[in-house]
């Protein structure tokens, strides 16, 4: 069947195809936080990109369908090489991993060869291939410490990597530029007149917002750690992210009162999954991700760096 058959189907005609397929095969299917809710309501675990990479690594599903972009799934086949990893849709990118590319890095490592390479987990297997370390926005803190005082190039999120040097107070760190279209529409005036509607509210931020609003949020988390705030305390929280998560969490905890800090932050990115393909990939096996041995083992050496740190 094509796609445009896959379209036609009603949502409870894709509902249990996906799951027949999952059955069948021994598939799991992983989503990430920014799915699209109908989505995140098919998958069989959600959560953010390590997570879900750490969760394939260890299942004993003998397919794993990522829902979430290409350096996602790609990470998923670099955590679990024995496996079959496919994702939806192959156009899925994240433009803040494809702004970096091998080539480049390599430049700047010849450049400043005493210089720590240490990149975030949204980047191309080819550039993790030649990254001495890779962090999360959760670890990112954890993992710069970790090299004491030797100089750093930090990549590909400007934002996060700011965050990190301003809070460690750490000068030798070179950043690169780029970030992420979504969080950087989050800007101080939208936190501002959060804070002026809302003043008893915790105001958490994702740290690839800019500067600005993450020095004067209240909290700056992942997505996981934003859903377990959110899901431990009481209080009215009001999130800076893309707004899949914060759909999540009206969905799976609806007594909590939360709040979006930017209504229209949406990853289009995220969003060319949808259940039509997530179907055709399960039943047609539309599309596998490969990966060059050479480049995931080297990637892999960059990810198991970081896990060891913690
Ligand atoms: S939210 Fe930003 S970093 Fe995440 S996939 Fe979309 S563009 Fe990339």
Redesign the pocket.
């Known amino acids: 069947m094509n796609l445009k058959e896959y379209s036609e189907l009603s949502r409870d005609e894709l509902i249990e195809r996906i799951s027949r397929a999952k059955k069948e095969k021994n598939a799991v299917v992983l989503g990430h936080n920014?799915q699209r809710d109908e989505v995140q309501r098919a998958c069989d675990i959600l959560g953010d990109s390590l997570g879900l990479s750490r969760y394939a690594a260890s299942t004993d599903a003998d397919i794993i369908v990522f829902c979430g972009?290409m350096f996602m799934a790609e990470t998923a086949k670099i955590l679990a090489p024995q496996k079959r990893v496919f994702i939806p849709e192959k156009g899925a990118g994240?433009?803040?991993?494809a702004g970096a590319n091998m080539e480049d890095v390599l430049k700047l490592k010849e450049k400043y060869p005493d210089h720590i390479v240490i990149s975030y987990v949204?980047t191309t297997a080819e550039v993790k291939a030649v990254t001495d370390i890779c962090c999360t926005s959760g670890n990112a803190i954890e993992v710069v410490r970790s090299v004491g005082e030797k100089p750093v190039i930090f990549l590909p999120d400007e934002n996060l990597g700011m965050w990190v040097k301003k809070t460690l107070g750490k000068q030798n760190m070179i950043l690169w530029e780029g970030g992420?279209?979504?969080?950087q529409m989050i800007r101080l005036e939208h936190l501002e007149a959060a804070r002026a509607k809302y003043p008893e509210a915790t105001i958490i931020v994702h740290p690839?917002c800019p500067y600005l609003v993450v020095s004067a949020a209240d909290m700056v988390g992942s997505t996981s750690a934003m859903f377990n705030y959110v899901k431990e305390h009481d209080e009215h929280v009001i999130l800076g992210t893309?707004i899949g998560l914060i759909e999540r969490i009206i969905r799976e905890i609806p007594d909590k009162k939360v709040d979006w800090l930017k209504p229209d932050a949406v990853?289009f990115?995220?969003k060319q999954i949808t259940l039509p393909k997530l179907a055709r990939c399960l039943e047609e096996g539309f599309y596998e991700v490969e990966l060059e041995e050479e480049i995931r083992a080297a990637a892999g050496g960059a990810i198991r760096r970081m896990i060891e740190i913690g």
Not at 94 to 97: E, H, I, K, S, T
Not at 180 to 183: D, E, G, I, M
Request: with cysteine; charged share 10%; net charge negative.
């Open positions: 920014y972009v994240c433009p803040l991993a949204n992420c279209y979504v969080h690839e893309e990853c990115n995220m």
